[in-house]
């Protein structure tokens, strides 16, 4: 068997693993994107819920404030009934008016607290109506993952035996070369030779039909040596039909 000869073997199998794998890894992708837009949602929940932890104590603090305004003014109040004299009178009640709008200010910023804290509780509700109904299309990828995990888990076991026999029987030189373009041409990393014109005997790499030197067409079809296409770099072979038109049945 020739080289070539072999590492078709080795890449017919190869496509067919990639296949199965490619089911599964789209699924696994899929699944891997809701993980991460439940992450996104967790983290973005539990910022939200640092705010308005905040915002609750802010608010806390604010009315001890407000409270502690008002027993000042109260006491102030008491003071001012029993004044004895205008100039006392006129200046407890000038306090007693500084506290009231102190007081008034810190009403007021309880006020946009709670507003805004409202707006956030409004944010986490939307926020956890979400995860939840990603959670169920989480568990729907999740179950298609291993459904097609499951599905191909035999039959790949098998082509991946079958691989490794078929990779071992290619001259380490070649499956090197094999395996390192394999990586980024996938599927393209072989390509058989096509027929342009058997009269003018224009022979094309079948990948990007760019016309072979004839001489490459009677090494793969002479001896099958490693023969690359010298514009896209895909390794060719000859097809079974080809080879028996081009011979007539002659090997
Ligand atoms: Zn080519």
């Known amino acids: 068997m020739s080289v ?28 891997r994107q809701q993980d991460k837009t439940l992450e996104d949602l967790t983290a973005k929940h539990e ?36 004044s004895t004299s205008n100039k006392e009178y006129s200046a407890l009640l000038t306090e007693v008016n500084t506290l009231k709008a102190d007081k008034s200010g810190v009403e007021e910023r309880i006020l946009e607290s ?21 959670g169920k299309v989480r568990t729907v990828a999740l179950n298609d993952r291993d459904q097609r995990a499951a599905e191909v888990k035999d039959r790949l076991t098998e082509l991946e035996s079958e691989r490794a026999v078929a990779a071992g029987d290619v001259p380490a030189d070649a499956l090197a070369k094999f395996e390192e373009e394999v990586e ?15 009269k003018h005997m224009e022979y094309a790499c079948g990948s990007c039909q760019v016309l072979l ?10 001896d099958g040596e490693l023969t690359f296409c010298g514009n896209c770099g895909a390794i060719l072979f000859i097809e079974d039909e080809l080879r028996e038109l081009v011979t007539g049945g002659k090997k």
């Open 4 to 31: 070539t000869t072999k590492l078709l073997r080795l890449y017919r199998v190869d496509c067919q693993v990639r296949s199965l794998r490619s089911r599964v890894d789209a699924a696994e992708r899929y699944l």
């Open 47 to 82: 910022a939200l819920s640092g705010q308005s932890r905040q915002l609750q104590a802010t608010i806390g603090n604010d009315e001890n404030e407000a409270r502690s305004i008002e027993q000042r003014i109260e006491a102030l109040r008491e003071k001012l009934n029993n």
């Open 114 to 134: 709670m507003t805004r804290l409202d707006e956030i509780k409004n944010a986490i509700a939307e926020i956890d109506a979400e995860t939840a109904e990603r």
């Open 184 to 198: 980024f041409r996938e599927d393209e990393v072989m390509a058989p030779v096509s027929e342009h014109s058997r």
């Open 213 to 222: 030197p004839f001489e490459a067409v009677n090494r793969l079809l002479g």
